[in-house]
């Protein structure tokens, strides 16, 4: 199984950004897919989860400004990013369980300029 992330970028505080995880590998099915986010010299940390049947959890510090969502049919993952904040700078890493294992994405580098 390999995940792709993709849609990081530079943008302003108060923008924008969507997040894309695809998976491939000949899936069946992904259980839990999940977003952390690893900001400059902290650890990794969890932002958005998603189960197979679309139940959704943030952490508190992204509640009211990102959507997780999944589309199963695609095997592909998103993050909408609105509002973004400059502590919102991190590298993006997408996760997926499969088979009862774990597989992470390469991440994608998410920068907000104040």
């Known amino acids: 199984v390999q995940l792709q992330a993709s849609g990081g970028g530079l943008v302003q505080a108060g923008g924008s950004l969507r997040l894309s995880c695809a998976a491939s590998?000949?899936?069946?099915?992904?259980?839990?897919m999940r977003w952390y986010g690893q900001a400059p010299g902290k650890q990794r940390e969890l932002v958005a989860a998603i189960t197979s049947a679309g139940t959704k959890n943030y952490a508190d510090s992204v509640k009211g400004r990102f959507t997780i969502s999944r589309d199963n049919a695609r095997n592909t993952m998103y993050l909408q990013m609105n509002s973004l904040k400059p502590e919102d700078t991190a590298v993006y890493y997408c996760?997926?369980?499969?088979?009862?294992?774990?597989?992470w994405g390469q991440g994608t580098l998410v920068t907000v300029s104040s």
């Open positions: 996760y997926a369980r499969v088979m009862s294992r774990n597989y």
């Open positions: 590998g000949g899936i069946f099915s992904i259980d839990t």
